[in-house]
């Protein structure tokens, strides 16, 4: 769980380097054209995806990649990094009310004071280079996206629970990813055709990074965590990628990190306790 919280905390500011001269579409198209064919390998020697399972599987990958994953890409560009790791830390509380209510899993009160008190740790470390000259990068829709995301990738993760424990999950994460990325294909290609870019070495290192790391072996990681471990302990361990994330905007972009960043961290590692010491005495 903490390597993925890194692997995936990575991804904001590496989308950010590959906007810098590609457009939100095409970025995201070429990351699923890299992740695909090491998905689709992993399909070898597993059995195939039943027929009666292809509307549901076509209808999650359509959600988590052409709704979430393009909404998450036009978020970036239309947010500043703090807000936008803000907006993108409310994905765990999604995940525990949808896993509440399709899971039918249990949620204790000192789970949820351990999301809480993490999530309020996220708001102090995003607030500390919120800003105006955060603010500038924002615009009317950018928060927008981000929230859209947010829902949809959630209720993407939860869904995948159900149909993971029926089809598997490389077969399950490999065929959405299929068909989501068939979804965006045509979009992807009428903004490649009439927006200019250039692609770049780096836009290129952007989209694999977001390919091979956060959604070929990110995705696994995170369907089989959430699989074993319980959705308010997950949740609550992701709210240590937006850590990893301004960490490295700090370094690539020039964020602060001070006292405000630092309270922020012990606050969400105290939440993270508390949420897992709940488990581990139910």
């Keep these: 769980m903490l390597l993925l ?46 027929w009666k399972a292809l509307p549901a599987v076509a209808a999650l990958g359509t959600l988590g990649i052409g709704v979430g994953q393009v909404a998450q890409t036009f978020g970036v560009a239309g947010t500043s990094a703090s807000i936008g790791t803000i907006l993108s830390a409310t994905i765990p509380l999604f ?13 204790t009160a000192f ?36 929230l859209i995301s947010a829902v949809a990738v959630a209720f993407y993760y939860v869904w995948s629970v159900e149909l993971t424990n029926r089809y598997g999950t490389v077969v399950v994460a490999a065929w959405s990813t299929v068909f989501g990325f068939a979804a965006l294909v045509p979009w992807a290609g009428w903004e490649a055709y009439h927006t200019p870019f250039v692609l770049t070495g780096q836009a290129l290192g952007a ?13 696994f990681l995170w369907l089989r965590i959430l699989r074993t ?54």
């Design 207 to 219: 989209a694999s990074y977001l390919g091979l790391a956060v959604t070929a072996a990110g995705l």
């Design 111 to 146: 789970q949820l004071l351990g999301v809480a008190a993490a999530f309020a740790g996220i708001v102090i470390v995003a607030l500390e280079n919120a800003g105006e000259a955060g603010a500038a990068g924002t615009t009317a829709l950018g928060p927008i996206w981000m």
């Design 229 to 282: 471990v319980p959705a308010p302990v997950a949740a609550s361990v992701q709210y240590l990628q937006p850590v990893f994330g301004i960490a490295a905007s700090a370094l690539l972009f020039g964020d602060r990190i001070g006292s405000q960043f630092m309270a922020g961290v012990a606050l969400i590692l105290a939440g993270l306790a508390i949420a897992v010491r709940a488990r581990g005495a139910k």
């Design 5 to 50: 919280a890194m692997m995936w905390g990575l991804s904001i500011p590496v989308t950010k380097l590959g906007l810098i001269t590609m457009p939100p579409l095409t970025l995201t198209a070429i990351r699923f054209a890299v992740a695909l064919p090491f998905m689709l390998l992993l399909l070898a020697g597993k059995k195939p995806l039943p």
């Design 95 to 107: 995940v525990v009310l949808f896993a509440t209510i399709r899971l039918r899993q249990t949620v």
